[in-house]
């Protein structure tokens, strides 16, 4: 048994590191440390008890804590958000849980001491969805995350979150070629369009919506496209048209500047191209492509 404090702290860190921020009272007993010892922990906020037996990271977001007191793990949109991956906007507020199919014993996402019947918690949406692969701590995968995703979106924000998954400008994808596969051969025929469809190059919501809603028009579309040596768009359509969409955080200060002094680059160059805000393209989709085919109608 483990006694110096920093030794305790040490050992805990070092279990909820290998088991992705959540593990089970056996984990720790394993490693060395008592009951006594969690309850210390606990104490000293090392780390937080959201259900008997199950020890959390203080670190990991406040709807992880709920899940685990429902009794499942983070799942569906919560699950995907925490990849960083994009989420449809607007949502209704409740918790997205995955929980496994032989799970009995529910619980109240704020009251881990009041049992509920699957459907009473109104907070929480539950998805009882077979996992494709083991959980990581207190979220299920980014492939469990986007296939019920597609339970719960439109097929445009489901191919919008493939997008973010399979993007590597930040670093390695969330979601690697191995997992694309995967994922498309467990999702509904009504919806292996959005792997079929997904772009790795978007970088924002608006991008995939603009794109989409270009290809449904039968106009071609090629995203970040290098338009000089230093100068890229957002598409181009048909080789010529450039379109962009401005990203859902407000542009100011420096990012303006670079923009604009982009857009004159590109109108020296060719033709100027199409701006549109991210609501715009989210939001006023089809009246965002009937600008386009216009204008390219116009300019062909």
Known sequence: MATDRAVIIALAQEVLRRNHGLAPLRRFVEAGLSGT??????????????????YLDPSAPSGAERAVRTGGLLGCFAAAESYGLFIPEGLDG???VSVLPDVTRLRR???????????????????????????RGWRVSPVDAL????????????????????????????????????????????????????DPLAEAVGETFLRLETQD???PWRSQAWLT????????????????????KHHSGRAVIKDRERDAVIAYFGTPPLRFTHHAAV???????????QVWRRGR
């Open 229 to 248: 040596q230093l100068y890229r768009t957002d598409g181009l359509v048909d080789e010529w048209l450039p379109v962009e969409s401005d990203g859902i």
């Open 37 to 54: 010892d969690m309850g210390r922990l606990r104490h000293l906020g090392v780390v937080r008890r959201p259900r008997i037996g199950w």
């Open 109 to 135: 996402s704020d009251d881990a001491t009041r049992h509920v019947h699957a459907g009473e918690d109104r907070a929480v949406r539950l998805h009882w969805e077979r996992r494709l692969q083991p959980a």
């Open 94 to 96: 409740r918790l997205h």
């Open 217 to 219: 028009r039968r106009l």
């Open 147 to 198: 296939l019920q995703m597609a339970h719960c979106t439109t097929t445009r924000w489901l191919t919008a979150a493939i997008d973010s998954a399979r993007n590597q400008a930040a670093g390695p994808p969330v979601l690697p070629s191995e997992g694309t596969v995967l994922l498309r051969s467990a999702l509904p025929a009504n919806r292996t369009a959005a792997v079929d469809r997904s």
């Open 283 to 293: 939001h006023d989709t089809a009246y965002v492509g009937d600008v386009i085919e």
